[in-house]
């Protein structure tokens, strides 16, 4: 069994799961979508949880290299790296005409009842999130008012995002998300130092790349 034909199974339940769903996917489905074997599949995935957990833990291990590095190209402020970050949810969005939904957030509505090996990994990938959020806001520690606790700014960080691709995805309209962003934006303000001192609109370096990001 090849590493190449459990990557097109992974990948492929990892697209499917983030667009119909763990309930709605089948294994029929990833094996039609990967053009995999049954035995093929078993082999790896002895069951459809451990498919999932795989996913999950994929999803995991490529935040870095998939999502944040490729978000924060020609953005050197950590503030404004924060809301490069959400700009690029927001070209999801547009990109999907309003029927992007998050990944892990869609996984962890659907299984809020699954097993503690589960949740465990949807859990490890919002901490993981949250936890390079928490970094820019502390690179920029000093320009905000002291006693700022900036690990609950990025808890709360994550919660706009959701919250505003969520809607996004209900309403089919971007205005939700942008909106959200925008408190999220008035509010970071707003525990900042001084006026001087906050952060204005994100203004990206020339020669910046425009790469499309991947669903994160």
Known sequence: MSADTRGRILGSAMELFATK????TSIDDVLRR????PGSLYHFFPGKEDLLIAVLEAHRAGIDALLF???WIGF?????RVFALMARYRMLIVASDCEYGCPIGSLALEMHKARKSVRERISAN????TDAVHRCYLQAADRFESGTNLRELAEFTLTTMEGGVMQ????RDVSY???SVKQ??????????TPSRRVAAPKKRVGGSKAHPPGA
Do not use: C, H
């Open 177 to 179: 998300f942008d909106r």
């Open 168 to 171: 996004s995805r209900t309403f």
């Open 76 to 80: 050197d402020d950590p503030i404004e």
């Open 126 to 129: 919002f901490a993981a999130w």
């Open 184 to 193: 999220l934006r008035q509010y970071v303000q707003a525990l900042m130092k």
């Open 34 to 37: 990967s053009d995999a074997k």
């Open 69 to 71: 590095q490729p978000a």
């Open 21 to 24: 769903g763990y309930a709605q």
